[in-house]
């Protein structure tokens, strides 16, 4: 197995996430397969019971893994499909040795960091790279590692002396470590400074890892006297010095990397150049070009509770953006935090209220997302109604489903106190419950969780058009709710029709309501799977509805055209 390691300095959030993905594709362009894992330095287990605002999105697997947003980058970029195994944290590593120490695996040995963490690190990472992740049989050729955090950080430390020693293990010629580091700009000079990254460069050899390349972050490309005094003390050649400057979309890094010949230092640090062949990335520079081509914009509402940071809801952006360029669109989305609708701002923040209202009365469709808790539901329930009663098209994803159903209830059945009971325990009349079989007193895992089919009541759903296929679509959920099916008979006398249901036929997971131009609410999280190349099929729904074509799109495709 060939390792390439990705690690950052200076700052967070320098988007290595991005880069190592690139590098896959660019790997990948070149005849290689490839997989990757994701080392979050952090003690949770998982993401799972992280909040939003906290880390971004969770980002779920087919194998119902609660993972780092990262994963969700290598996923669309390789088009992979990753295991909860790819996502390495410490509370995996401690908790796995510590399981080994309480069954006497150590015989008597005093249980240390070195060397019986580390071990636990090295032996994770060479198992898991070995996993297939691209549908084929037999392990990749390259597996690409992102160390989060920073270099450095004391979180990391068993990390970085696990990565020293695999490195030392597996050979010079099967390790290559690529170094993302910042280059500022300061003052009115705009001198790009290079110390930063000296620095951070200094704290990495220290602790005995060697960068290969460094991928210098930057607002603008790199001058040529910078590249030599970053060669110069960095002992890193001029040639594997690359730069990652701002582009107009992410779409365009894979192409900065084979532009400044990445993969060729790669292939040759890892002795690949034989094997592998000259990059072929004719795909990503049409959807790069066509991105940046784009005039023609699409204005969608975006309705949610973490809107303050957009990287809770990345997934969905990255759905909306693929379904919007397949449509040759622009998507631009109007975020509107749900509570600035309700009644109370308008007498505490007029301004606000009045913003939200009118983003959402401009809005040619409107989307309500998961989320969890009870702040801001009054306001999602405002826009479902809305959005039905105007005929505007609406997709409603987890939450959003559940918020249409009580929303539903309350406005057509005349349920004035219809609630879920993650909302309300008291409500009489709770058309949305609490799973059977999920935990009260545990967070971690205790959801339904990962890939699970859907099957269509009728072919003639909307939904099962749009998948192209008239039986079922497996999916990826997340939630501990789901609509109490004692409703389903009176909601579906009213006029909402649940047009998917899960294998028991007693969990709802797909409902329409067929006198309207789109309205359709899912229970799973159709983003987790869009695909720059494949979007998903539902947000495609939603933004070919915004725009009147949905109609004809499905004629043309039940034709076979």
Not at 198 to 214: I, N
Not at 401 to 411: D, H, L, N, P, T
Request: glycine share 8%.
């Amino acid at each position: 197995m060939k390792y390439v390691l990705i690690t950052g300095g200076v700052v967070s959030g320098l988007g290595k996430g991005v880069t190592a993905s690139s590098i896959g594709v660019v790997l990948q362009a070149c005849g290689l397969r490839v997989t990757s894992i994701k080392i979050d330095p952090y003690l949770n287990t998982d993401a799972g019971t992280m909040s939003p605002f906290e880390h971004g999105e969770v980002f779920v697997l087919d194998d119902g893994g609660e993972v780092d947003l990262d994963l969700g980058n290598y996923e669309r970029f390789l088009d992979v499909t990753l295991t909860k195994d790819n996502n390495v944290t410490t509370g995996k590593i401690y908790q796995s040795v510590l399981d080994k120490e309480r069954k006497g695996d150590y015989l008597g040995k005093t249980v240390q960091v070195v060397p019986h963490i580390t071990d636990a690190i090295k032996d994770r990472i060479e198992a898991v790279a070995l996993i297939p992740v691209d549908g084929k049989e037999g392990p990749a050729d390259v597996c690409v590692i992102e160390l989060g955090g920073t270099v450095g950080d004391i979180e990391s430390m068993p990390f970085i002396e696990a990565l020293r020693q695999l490195s030392f293990s597996v050979g010079k010629d099967n390790f290559c470590l690529i170094h993302v580091s910042l280059i500022p700009v300061l003052g009115v000079v705009g001198e790009q400074k290079t110390k930063p990254t000296q620095h951070s460069v200094r704290e990495l050899r220290a602790l005995g890892l060697t960068p290969h390349l460094l991928a210098c972050r930057s607002a603008q490309p790199l001058l040529d006297n910078t590249k030599m005094k970053l060669s110069q003390f960095c002992h890193v050649e001029a040639a594997n010095i690359l730069n990652i400057h701002d582009v107009p979309n992410i779409w365009h890094i894979p192409l900065l990397l084979r532009n400044q010949n990445a993969h060729h230092s790669i292939l040759k640090q890892l002795n690949l150049l034989s094997i592998a062949t000259p990059p072929d990335l004719e795909a990503w520079s049409r959807r790069a070009e066509t991105f940046d081509n784009l005039t023609d914009s699409v204005r969608i509402a975006m309705v949610g509770k973490y809107v303050g940071l957009t990287d809770s809801y990345l997934s969905v952006v990255k759905a909306l953006l693929h379904a919007c360029i397949a449509c040759s669109l622009k998507p631009s989305i109007d975020w509107i935090a749900a509570s600035d609708l309700e009644d109370d701002p308008a007498q505490s923040a007029p301004e606000a209220y009045a913003a939200a209202w009118k983003s959402l009365r401009n809005a040619e469709c409107v989307l309500v997302p998961g989320g969890f808790g009870d702040r801001g539901v009054s306001g999602m329930i405002l826009a479902a109604k809305y959005a039905r009663e105007n005929n505007v098209p609406y997709l409603g994803i987890c939450l959003g489903m559940q918020i249409s159903v009580i929303e539903y209830a309350r406005s057509v059945l005349g349920l004035e106190k219809a609630n879920s009971n993650e909302f309300d325990d008291e409500t009489p009349d709770p058309v949305v419950i609490f799973m059977p079989e999920g935990s009260r007193t545990h967070m971690g895992s205790t959801m339904r969780l990962g890939s699970r089919r859907t099957l269509f009541q009728t072919p003639d759903c909307v939904t099962s058009k749009l998948y192209c296929n008239p039986y079922y679509v497996d999916e990826r959920h997340r939630h501990r709710y789901e609509v109490n099916p004692d409703v389903i008979g009176v909601l579906e006398e009213a006029g909402l029709k649940f047009v998917g249901k899960d294998e028991t036929g007693k969990r709802m997971e797909v409902l329409e309501l067929p006198s309207h131009p789109f309205y359709v609410g899912v229970q799973f999280h159709p983003e987790f799977k869009s695909r720059p190349g494949k979007p998903s099929a539902l947000f495609l729904g939603l933004i070919l509805a915004a725009r009147g074509k949905l109609e004809a799109y499905l004629t043309r495709h039940q034709n076979g055209s």
